[in-house]
C-alpha cells in the first residue's frame, strides 16, 4: 500500500510540474505573442467611425460594429488559429516559411536542387512521416502534378514569398499604429487644433528609442514584457466591465449576428467599407503562430482562450456601451479609446498603453529579424548581418541592416500620414493578406501533410477564405487612403526575394554544369599533380556533389596546395532545427592517399551557425571520426570509382556528430606545445603529433580504444593532426555573374543589373561563415549563366 501510495505521490508531482511549467509558458507568452493584439483597441473603433460610418441614435451602427468585431475575433483568432492553425506546427515551429518548408518535405517543391537522400534520414524528417502517399487520390495527383511542374512550384515559392513579404511590412507598420494610437491620449490634455502637432513628435522619439535599443537583445528587457500586457489586459477588462455596468448592461446584445446583418442593410457602401477599421481587431492574431516555436501549443492556447479573448471582448463591449450613451460625440475627433477611461484614471492608463504598444512594437520587429534570418537561410534573401543578442536563447537576434531601414521607413510612415485611419488602412491590407496566404497553405497541408480529404480542406478555404476575402475586399477598396504602402513595401521586397533567389538558383545550376570530372582527378595522382603544403584548406562550395570548377581553376593557376583538402558545403534543409548529432555528412574524394574530403555541414532555417574556433573543431573531429570508422572509402581505394563523376556520393557519407555531443567518439584537445602530460581515463589513447618548430597549441586527438583502428588509418589520423596544427585557410569563390550571349532583355536586366547590384550590397560568404579574414583565400570566377 505504501509502494502504491509512492507511486501515485509521485505520479501527482510530476503532473503539477507539467502544469507549472505549461502556465510559465503562457504567462511569458503575453509580453511576445499578444503585445500586438492586446493594444487593438487603442484604434478600432475609432478607424471604423472617422469616415464611413456615423453613428446615429438608434445605436444599430455601434451595436453591428460590435458584433462584428466579436464574431471576427471568434472565428479568426480563436476558431482558425487557436484550434486549427496551430497544429500545422513544423516540428514546433510555425509561421508562414514553416508551412512552406513542411511542404517542401511531402511534396518534394524545394526550388534548389540540393537535396539528398541523406537529409530524408534527418529526425525531424521522421518526425512528420513524410514521403507517405496521400491516402485519397485527389492528394496523390496532387502530389504528382506539384512535382512535376515547376510553374506550380515556382507559383508556391511566390505565395509563400508575399505572405512573408506583408509580415515585413506588417513590421513597419504595427509600430507606428501602436504607438501613434498610444499617444493619442494627449489629445485630451491638449487643444483640438494643436493636438496633432505634439503626437507625431512624441511618437517619433518613442519609435527612435525603441529601433535604438534594438541592439540590447530582447532578454534584456523581456523580464518587463509579459507584466506590461498582463496589466494592460486586466487594466482595459476591468474599465470595460465598468462602462458595461455604468453606461449599458444590455450591450450583450449586440453580440447577436443579426446586428451584423442590420448594420450593413442600412451602411450599405460605407459599411462595407468601414471593414477595414474593424479588421483592427485581430492585428496580431498571426503572431499566435509565428512565435509557435518559442512556446508549446497548450500555453499559447491557455493564454489566449483564458484572458486575452475574454479582456479584448470585455474592452470592446465597454467602449460600445459608452459611445451608446454619448451621440452628442458624433463627428467629434475624440472618439478613440482614452474617452472611454475615466478621467481620474486617463493618465496611468496613457503611461501603460505606452508601455504595452512598446511590447507589441518589439515583439513584430524580433519576428521580422527572425523571417529574414529563415528567407535568408532558404536562399531568398541576400546574406545580412545576423547578430545573437542571447547565449541561451538562440531565436533571439539582431539585423542591423534591417533594424535601421524599418526605423525611417515607421518614421516616414508616422510623419507622413499623421493618424490613425490611414495607418489603419495600410496595417489592415497587410493583416488580411498574410492571413489569407496562410489559409491557402494551410489547405495544402490538410491536404498533403494530415492527409485529410479534400473535403475537409475545400471547407476550410471556402469558409476562412470567405470571411478573409471579404475584409481584403474592403481594405483593398482604400488603396489610395493608405492601402498602397504595404503593397509598395510588399512589392519592393518581393521583387528583391525573387531577383536574389533567381541568381541564386542560376548559379548553382552553373556549378552542377561545370563541375570537374572524376576522372580528371584520378589522372592527376596523389599529388594531384603539385606540392602539398601543410595545413587544411577548406574550399567552400554550394555542391553537394563532385568537384566543383573553382578547384581546376584554382589548380590551374597555383603551384601548390595544402596537404588536406576538405570540400565544404554549408547547406540549409527545409527543417526548423538540426540535431547536433546529425549535423555532419562526411564522406571521401578519390582514392584515401588523395586526403581529399567532402563535408556536408546541415542547418534548419532556425538554427545558429557557431563561431570559427568551435566550428573548426566539430568540422576536424568530424573528419577524424570519419577516418576511424572506417566503413568508407574501400572501394574508391581499389579503384572502383574511377568510371564517371560521383553521381551517388551521399550513398557513400557518414552521418557524424559534433564532439561536444558524441562523448564515445574521437575527441580532440589543444594545448600548449610544452604540455605533453595527459591525465586521462585508462580506455582512451593519444596519438601525438611530433614536437612542433615553433610554439603553437598542440593538437591531441583521444581515440576510443575500442573498435581496433588499422595502420593506414592511424597514419591518416596522424596526418590530418599535423595539418590541424600547420592552421587551417577558408579557401572561397568570388563569382561574377553574367547572363550568356543570347538571354532575354529582362534575364540581362535582373541578373547583370539587379542580383549583381544586391551581391555587392550584401555580407559575403566569409562574413557569413565567421572565417577570419587572415585565414581566407578568394579565387575570382566568372559566371555565364
Known amino acids: 500500500m505504501d509502494l502504491e501510495s509512492g507511486v501515485y505521490r509521485d505520479t501527482i508531482k510530476l503532473q503539477k510540474e507539467s502544469w507549472k511549467t505549461v502556465l510559465t509558458l503562457a504567462y511569458q507568452s503575453l509580453g511576445v505573442v499578444y503585445g500586438d493584439l492586446s493594444t487593438s483597441p487603442l484604434y478600432v473603433y475609432k478607424s471604423t467611425f472617422d469616415e464611413d460610418i456615423q453613428h446615429s441614435e438608434t445605436n444599430e451602427e455601434i451595436f453591428g460594429v460590435l458584433s462584428f468585431v466579436f464574431w471576427t475575433l471568434t472565428l479568426v483568432p480563436l476558431l ?32 534548389l536542387p540540393n537535396c539528398q537522400s541523406a537529409d530524408e534520414d534527418l529526425t525531424e524528417y521522421k518526425k512528420e512521416n513524410t514521403g507517405l502517399t496521400p491516402k485519397s487520390s485527389f492528394g496523390s495527383s496532387l502530389k504528382s502534378t506539384l512535382e512535376k511542374h515547376r510553374v506550380l512550384q515556382r507559383v508556391l515559392l511566390v505565395l509563400a514569398l508575399i505572405g512573408t513579404c506583408m509580415v515585413i511590412g506588417d513590421g513597419v507598420l ?22 496633432k502637432y505634439v503626437e507625431v513628435p512624441v511618437a517619433c522619439i518613442i519609435l527612435i528609442g525603441l529601433f535604438a535599443l534594438q541592439h540590447y537583445g530582447t532578454h ?6 509579459a507584466p506590461v500586457v498582463l496589466t494592460w489586459l486586466l487594466c482595459i477588462g476591468a474599465i470595460g466591465l465598468y462602462n458595461i455596468i455604468h453606461w449599458n448592461p444590455h450591450v450583450y446584445q449586440a453580440l447577436s449576428p443579426h446586428y451584423m446583418y442590420k448594420f450593413l442593410k442600412k451602411t450599405q457602401r460605407g459599411g462595407w ?38 479582456s479584448l471582448i470585455l474592452a470592446y463591449m465597454g467602449q460600445a456601451a459608452y459611445l451608446s450613451q454619448h451621440h452628442e460625440m458624433e463627428n467629434d475627433y475624440r472618439i478613440g479609446f482614452y474617452v472611454s477611461v475615466p478621467e481620474s484614471l486617463r493618465w496611468p492608463v496613457l503611461v501603460i498603453a505606452i508601455l504595452a504598444a512598446v511590447v507589441g512594437s518589439q515583439a513584430i520587429i524580433t519576428g521580422t529579424f527572425s523571417i529574414i534570418k529563415q528567407c535568408s537561410a532558404l536562399g531568398c534573401f541576400p546574406r545580412v548581418k545576423i547578430v545573437h543578442t542571447s547565449s541561451k536563447i538562440h531565436g533571439q537576434i539582431y539585423i542591423p541592416e534591417i533594424n535601421w531601414i524599418l526605423m525611417l521607413l515607421c518614421l516616414a510612415v508616422t510623419i507622413g500620414f499623421r493618424d490613425t485611419r490611414r495607418m489603419g488602412n495600410a496595417s489592415g491590407l497587410a493583416v488580411i493578406t498574410v492571413m489569407l496566404v496562410t489559409t491557402c497553405l494551410m489547405s495544402l497541408v490538410i491536404v498533403l501533410c494530415w492527409q485529410k480529404s479534400v473535403f475537409l480542406a475545400i471547407c476550410f478555404v471556402f469558409f476562412f477564405g470567405t470571411i478573409e476575402a471579404l475584409y481584403f475586399s474592403a481594405s483593398l477598396i ?13 512589392f519592393c521586397f518581393l521583387i528583391i526575394m525573387c531577383i536574389w533567389h533567381y541568381g541564386t538558383l542560376k548559379k548553382y545550376e552553373f556549378d552542377v554544369q561545370n563541375k570537374v570530372s572524376i576522372n580528371w582527378l584520378l589522372s592527376l595522382g596523389p599529388s594531384l599533380g603539385i606540392v602539398r603544403v601543410r595545413g587544411i584548406g577548406l574550399i567552400h562550395t554550394e555542391l553537394v556533389s563532385g568537384v566543383p570548377a573553382i578547384f581546376s581553376h584554382f589548380v590551374t593557376n597555383l603551384p601548390a596546395f595544402h596537404q588536406i583538402l576538405v570540400f565544404l558545403c554549408i547547406k540549409s534543409v527545409p527543417v526548423p532545427h538540426v540535431r547536433p548529432e546529425e549535423r555532419f555528412l562526411v564522406g571521401r574524394i578519390g582514392p584515401r592517399e588523395f586526403r581529399l574530403y567532402r563535408c556536408i555541414v546541415r542547418y534548419g532555417y532556425r538554427d545558429f551557425h557557431k563561431d570559427d574556433m568551435e566550428f573548426e573543431k566539430d568540422l576536424v573531429c568530424s573528419i577524424a571520426e570519419f577516418i576511424r570508422s572506417g566503413s568508407i572509402g574501400a572501394d574508391c581505394a581499389n579503384g572502383d570509382c574511377a568510371n564517371g563523376d560521383i553521381l551517388n556520393e551521399d550513398d557513400r557519407m557518414t552521418v557524424v556528430g559534433t564532439c561536444s555531443t558524441q562523448t564515445d567518439r574521437i575527441q580532440m584537445s589543444e594545448d600548449d606545445a610544452d604540455n605533453r602530460n595527459i591525465a586521462g581515463p585508462s580506455e582512451v589513447r593519444e596519438i601525438q603529433s611530433p614536437p612542433p618548430i615553433k610554439r603553437r597549441k598542440r593538437v591531441r586527438f583521444i581515440v576510443p580504444e575500442s573498435p581496433k583502428i588499422d595502420r593506414g588509418a592511424m597514419e591518416e589520423l596522424q596526418e590530418l593532426m599535423e595539418a590541424r596544427e600547420a592552421g587551417i585557410a577558408y579557401i572561397l569563390g568570388h563569382s561574377y555573374v553574367k547572363a550568356k550571349q543570347g538571354s532575354s532583355m529582362l534575364k540581362r536586366v535582373v541578373i547583370n543589373i539587379g542580383y549583381e547590384f544586391l551581391r555587392r550590397n550584401s555580407r559575403s560568404a566569409n562574413y557569413s561563415l565567421s572565417v577570419p579574414h587572415a585565414s581566407t583565400l578568394e579565387v575570382g570566377m566568372m559566371y555565364n549563366v
Not at 534584456?220 to 514584457?225: A, D, E, P
Request: proline letters at 3%; a neutral charge.
Open 478 to 490: 482604400k488603396f489610395l487612403e493608405g492601402a498602397w504602402v504595404p503593397i509598395a513595401l510588399a
Open 220 to 225: 534584456r528587457v523581456g523580464f518587463l514584457f
Open 174 to 195: 504595427t509600430p507606428a499604429i501602436s504607438v501613434f494610437s498610444a499617444v493619442s491620449g494627449l489629445e485630451l490634455s491638449t487643444e483640438k487644433e494643436h493636438h
Open 80 to 111: 482558425k488559429y487557436v484550434f486549427i492553425v496551430l497544429k500545422a506546427d513544423d516540428n514546433g515551429e510555425g509561421g508562414t516559411f514553416a508551412l512552406y518548408s513542411l511542404l517542401c518535405r511531402h511534396a518534394r517543391v524545394n526550388s
Open 273 to 310: 467599407m468601414s471593414l477595414g477599421g474593424i479588421l483592427l481587431c485581430i492585428t496580431g492574431s498571426e503572431a499566435m503562430f509565428a512565435d509557435l516555436g518559442h512556446f508549446s501549443q497548450l500555453s499559447i492556447k491557455i493564454a489566449f482562450t483564458s484572458l486575452v479573448y475574454p
